[in-house]
C-alpha cells in the first residue's frame, strides 16, 4: 500500500485525468439515452394525472398553485415502475432521515450562521459554474463569475459574505452541464426519479453526473472527508425545503403522481418560457425537495 506521503505526490493528476473521462463518458452515455425521448414528456400516458395535480388546487396556496395548475392531462412515464420504486426510498429518506436532521439544524443555527455556510458552498462550487459558462461560449459571465470567485473568497472571507454583490453589482449566474448540453439542443429526455435527488430528466442527471467531477471538494480534500462536506452541503440546501416537502406530500392522495407533474409542469412551462435581456438561463419553477447542485 502506498505511503500517505505518495498518495499526495502522485494522485492528484492522475485523479484528475480519470475523473475528466469519467464526466465525459457519463455525460456522453446519458446523453445519447435522452435524445430518443427528447419530445416524449408531454406525450400521451396516464390519465390519472391531472386529477392528482388539480385535486388538491383548492386548498394550495397562491404561489403553489401557480406550480401546479398548468392544464396538462397527459405525460408519458415510461420508467414508472422504477421511478415509483425509487420515489418510495426517497420518500422514506426524506421524512425519517433528511426533514428531521434538517429540522434540527435549522432549530440549531441561526439564519445568519446558515446564510454565511451556503455562501461557502455557493462559492467554492464557482468553478462549476465558470466552466459551463466558457461551453456556452459566455465568456463575459465566466469572467463575472471569477471575480466574484476571488472576491468572495478574499474580501469575503472564504465565501462567507458576498461583497461581489453587496459593494461590486456582481450578483450570482449560476449555471451547470445541464444547461450546457441545452445549450447545444439537447432535449429534457424521459421523466426519472435519481436517489436523494428526487424528480430529474436524463439531461438533468446527465448535468449533475458532469458537475460532480467539476466540483473542486473531492480535489481538494480526502475520503472520508469528501464526502462528509458535499454531504453537509447537502443537508443546508435542503434545509429550507423540509416542510415545503411534507405540507405538499400531504395535500396529494398519490404523492408520486403529484410531485413528477410538478417537475413535468414546471418543464413544460420552461420550455415556454423566454430569456429575458438580464438573464438567458431558464427558470425552473419547480425544484425536487431534495438537494440537487452537486
Partial sequence: MPSKHTYHQHSPRRKSATSV?????????????????????????????????SATVGDLSDDEITVVSYEESDYNDPLMAFNRAMFAFNDVSYRYVLIPVAKGYNYVTPA??????GNVFDNIKAPIHIINHLLQWEPAKAG????RFLLNTTIGIAGIFDPA?????????????????????????TFLV?????????????????????????????????????????LQAFAPQAESYETLRAKS??????????YLQGILRDQQYQPSADNNKPCLLYTSPSPRDS
Fill in 194 to 234: 435519481l436517489p436523494f435527488v428526487g424528480p430529474a430528466d436524463l439531461r438533468s442527471g446527465t448535468g449533475i453526473v458532469a458537475d460532480y467531477f467539476l466540483n473542486p471538494i473531492p480535489y481538494i480534500t480526502e475520503q472520508p472527508d469528501s464526502s462528509y462536506i458535499m454531504a453537509g452541503d447537502k
Fill in 112 to 117: 445568519a450562521v446558515r446564510t454565511g455556510i
Fill in 165 to 189: 454583490a453587496a459593494w461590486f453589482s456582481l450578483p450570482k449566474n449560476e449555471t451547470g452541464f445541464s444547461d450546457t448540453l441545452a445549450h447545444y439542443g439537447s432535449g429534457y429526455g
Fill in 21 to 53: 473521462f469519467e464526466a465525459l463518458s457519463l455525460s456522453l452515455l446519458l446523453l445519447t439515452t435522452s435524445l430518443p425521448y427528447s419530445s416524449a414528456l408531454a406525450a400521451g400516458g396516464n390519465g390519472e394525472a391531472a386529477q392528482q395535480t
Fill in 253 to 262: 392522495d398519490d404523492p408520486y403522481l403529484f410531485f413528477r407533474n410538478m
Fill in 144 to 147: 463575472a463569475t471569477t471575480a
